[in-house]
């Protein structure tokens, strides 16, 4: 029997949408820390082309993280395996802008979802380009299908100001030779790239690709090979979660990437890719009502990849 995504997602946005309101908005950035923390909406697109939303799912809101995967996408398509001799592919166990664990590996990251990680990723994407940030841009407004999605130029402005953690992560990665290009060259699109902007519906619409094997839903032109889209959905999986991927593996049972945006998108190999947006995050930076909408819409529907 065919599911009815746009039914199910209307109970179960209903249901949470009263449940008790937790956690706090990412406070790190003036841009974040006045976003309207009641804000709440979900999208799910099928590979079948069916479309379904409710609530905020047609507001823009900053996807920070979730950029990550984007970026990695890129590099992967352009570097293929030797992208892996300078990033790892473990979870890492620590907060996402951890400097310890990187010390103690010699400047190699965990994985390309950690902020080192998709430093070093964007440091790849300076030495292949001569305008990386155009490119990266090009390439997720045609995965997405949409020549609108851009940067928001005062986020990124502001996290520049403030990154001095991402700062540390850059700087001792170059000590250990694992960065090119200029700090500050790299920095710029770092920020940038976390300061993309899209809806809930734009981002079901782009991770499509992630359910997809890697090709485009809207032509069926491939975008990364299978194998490259078995591995994204790997690397999300087990690392798309800061330090609460096996909480949320345990819950969801998804691949997925989240944001202090407090965005969140999981995908259903060979079935549907869904966005979820509620600004109020948990201490380890997972937003708390789309992690509760995501577990039971896979607790209900009974399809998770396990
Ligand atoms: N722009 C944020 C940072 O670099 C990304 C945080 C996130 O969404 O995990 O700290």
Not at 61 to 80: D, E, H, P
Not at 191 to 220: D, P, Q, W
Request: aromatic letters at 8%.
């Amino acid at each position: 029997m065919k599911t009815d995504y746009q039914q199910i997602l209307e109970e179960l946005y209903h249901v949470i949408k009263v449940k008790p309101d937790a956690g706090q908005v990412a406070p790190y950035i003036p841009e974040l820390a006045e976003i309207d923390p009641s804000k709440f909406g979900v999208h799910l697109a099928a590979t079948s082309g069916e479309q379904s939303g409710i609530g905020d799912h047609r507001e823009k809101f900053s996807i920070q993280s979730i950029g990550k995967v984007l970026s990695l996408t890129l590099a992967f398509q352009q570097r293929g395996e030797v992208l892996w001799d300078r990033v790892g592919v473990e979870p890492s166990g620590n907060p996402f802008n951890s400097l310890w664990q990187l010390e103690y590996e010699k400047g190699k990251p965990r994985n390309p979802l950690i902020n080192s990680g998709a430093i070093v990723i964007c440091d790849m994407l300076c030495t292949l380009y001569d305008d990386p940030l155009t490119e990266l841009l090009a390439f997720v407004r045609k995965i997405s299908g949409n020549e609108e999605i851009s940067c928001n130029k005062q986020v990124a402005a502001s996290e520049k100001k403030l990154g001095f953690r991402n700062a540390a992560l850059i700087n001792l990665m170059k000590s250990c030779h694992n960065i090119d290009n200029e700090i500050d060259e790299v920095m710029d699109l770092y920020y940038h790239m976390c300061s993309i902007e899209m809806s809930c519906e734009e981002l079901a619409n782009t991770f499509l690709l992630y359910a997809n094997h890697g090709k485009l839903v809207t032509t069926g032109e491939p975008v990364i090979t299978s194998s490259m889209a078995k591995r994204i959905n790997a690397i999300m999986q087990t690392c798309g979660f800061y330090d609460e991927a096996g909480e949320y593996t345990f819950k969801v049972g998804l691949p997925g990437k989240s944001g202090i945006g407090g965005g969140i998108v999981a995908i259903h190999p060979g079935s549907y890719a869904v966005a979820v947006w509620s600004p109020r995050l948990n201490a380890k930076g997972n937003s708390v009502k789309g992690m509760q909408l995501l577990e039971t819409l896979t607790s209900k529907t009974g399809l998770s990849i396990f």
